[in-house]
Structure formats: structure tokens, C-alpha cells
């Protein structure tokens, strides 16, 4: 089915952040994105052009609602605790391995208030867990391993319980570091805890960007 320029024109603005940014803040000449669209699209009649404008206009009201939101998230973020731990290792296990040892390692490791959190996909098991400990479940489990990401760090948010009441905090911090360039190789969210493992030489630049 032929979409509508109203719809290609909103698909298009979602498809590009930093545009989708600018109209909601707005920092934007509509008539020069209205142009843009249209050469892009290839629908560059005067009247495509002139609903590409009136398209944009429309939308942009809808994303000061999303404006304001975005305000109760900073508001939420800067009443957060970062908790950073460096010299974080992500091991991907085959299903193959033994997990009675797993829990039981993970005993021991919470009883020195270390850190591993184990993750159950469908095919494998992934464990975020601290280089040293890493190195002693290997021992144990080498022959199972898939896949091993070193030099990582984690950046923990713990958040207030209003994080259950507000749309879209993962969403915003997850774009902030793909706006930064940072990318995440892992991520998990345990009630008030967001969690991302990013690699450790991005930590100061994802201190800058995280700084609410």
C-alpha cells in the first residue's frame, strides 16, 4: 500500500534523530527540511513540498509532548547514583555448560560483593562478570566458550522507584550513547538498576554525556 506524504515525511523525520532532535527543540528551518525530504523521497512537486512543510509542522507538536517528557527523565536521571566498575569481562557460553556450578560460583562471588550477572538467551548463556573472577570460571568452563569481550566497564544507574512511572528512561540513555558514539555490548535493567556494559576507554566520554 502507497503511503501518503504526511506518512513518508513522518517516517523520514523518525529515521533520522538528529532532525527528529532539532524539530522537537525547534531549532529547525521547515521550509529547507521540506526541501530536503522532498529531493530525498524524489517527490519534489510544489504541492508534495507544501505538505512535507505542513506534515513537519504537525508532527513537531507532538513532539513537545515528548519534550516534556524528556524533562521528567532528566529531572528522574539526576536523582540517580552512577555506580561504575572497571576491569569487567562479558563471557557467551553454549547451553552446554554446567549450572549448578554457575549458581554456585555466583554464591561465593556475592559473598566477596563481587559482580556476575548471568543472562539466559535461547542458545547460550552470557555472564557479565569482573576480570578476575572471569579468569577462574574459565578454567572450568574454556571448552563452552563462544565468545569472551575483555577490557569492559559497567555504568550502573540506580534510579528512584518513580523510574517504574515514567515512559521511555532506557530509551533516552540508550540514544544518548548512540548520539556519543559508545556503543553497548551488553545491557540489563533490574527494577531501580539500568545497567550498560560499554568498553572501558569510552567511561570518560560516557561520564560527560551522563552528567545530569
Given at each position: 500500500?502507497?503511503?501518503?506524504t504526511?506518512?513518508l515525511?513522518?517516517?523520514?523525520?523518525?529515521?533520522?534523530p538528529?532532525?527528529?532532535n532539532?524539530?522537537?527543540?525547534?531549532?529547525?528551518?521547515y521550509s529547507s527540511?521540506?526541501?530536503?525530504i522532498?529531493?530525498?523521497?524524489?517527490?519534489?512537486?510544489t504541492?508534495?513540498?507544501?505538505?512535507?512543510?505542513i506534515?513537519?509542522r504537525?508532527?513537531?507538536?507532538?513532539?513537545?509532548?515528548?519534550?516534556v517528557?524528556?524533562?521528567?527523565?532528566?529531572?528522574?536521571?539526576?536523582?540517580?547514583?552512577?555506580d561504575?566498575?572497571n576491569?569487567?569481562?562479558?563471557?557467551?557460553l553454549s547451553?552446554?555448560?554446567?549450572?549448578d556450578?554457575?549458581i554456585?560460583?555466583?554464591?561465593?562471588?556475592?559473598?566477596?560483593?563481587?559482580?556476575?550477572?548471568?543472562?539466559e538467551?535461547?542458545?547460550?548463556y552470557?555472564?557479565i562478570?569482573?576480570e578476575?573472577?572471569?579468569?577462574?570460571?574459565l578454567?572450568?568452563l574454556?571448552?563452552?566458550?563462544?565468545?569472551?569481550h575483555?577490557?569492559?566497564?559497567?555504568?550502573?544507574?540506580?534510579?528512584?522507584?518513580?523510574?517504574?512511572?515514567i515512559?521511555?528512561?532506557i530509551s533516552?540513555?540508550?540514544?544518548l550513547?548512540a548520539?556519543?558514539?559508545?556503543?553497548?555490548?551488553?545491557f540489563?535493567?533490574?527494577w531501580?538498576?539500568?545497567?550498560?556494559?560499554?568498553?572501558?576507554?569510552?567511561?570518560?566520554?560516557a561520564?560527560?554525556?551522563?552528567?545530569?
Open positions: 500500500m502507497n503511503k501518503s504526511t506518512e515525511t513522518i517516517d523520514y523525520i523518525k529515521e533520522h538528529h532532525i527528529k532539532c524539530l522537537k527543540k525547534g531549532l529547525i528551518n527540511l521540506a526541501r530536503l522532498s529531493k530525498e523521497l524524489k517527490i519534489e512537486k504541492s508534495s513540498k507544501e505538505a512535507i512543510l506534515a513537519a504537525r508532527f513537531q507538536e507532538k513532539l513537545k509532548k515528548e519534550l517528557n524528556e524533562q521528567k527523565i532528566r529531572t528522574l536521571l539526576s536523582k540517580s547514583e552512577i561504575i566498575k576491569k569487567i569481562n562479558v563471557l557467551i547451553k552446554h555448560i554446567d549450572l556450578y554457575i554456585e560460583f555466583q554464591k561465593n562471588v556475592n559473598k566477596e560483593n563481587g559482580t556476575l550477572y548471568v543472562l538467551g535461547t542458545d547460550n552470557t555472564l562478570v569482573q578476575k573472577h572471569a579468569e577462574k570460571l578454567k572450568k574454556r571448552n563452552t566458550l563462544i565468545k569472551a575483555r577490557e569492559l566497564a559497567i555504568i550502573d544507574f540506580k534510579s528512584p522507584e518513580e523510574i517504574e512511572e515512559t521511555g528512561v533516552y540513555l540508550s540514544s550513547f548520539e556519543n558514539g559508545v556503543n553497548i555490548v551488553e540489563l535493567s533490574c531501580r538498576d539500568t545497567v550498560f556494559v560499554i568498553e572501558r576507554k569510552d567511561v570518560n566520554k561520564i560527560g554525556f551522563l552528567n545530569f
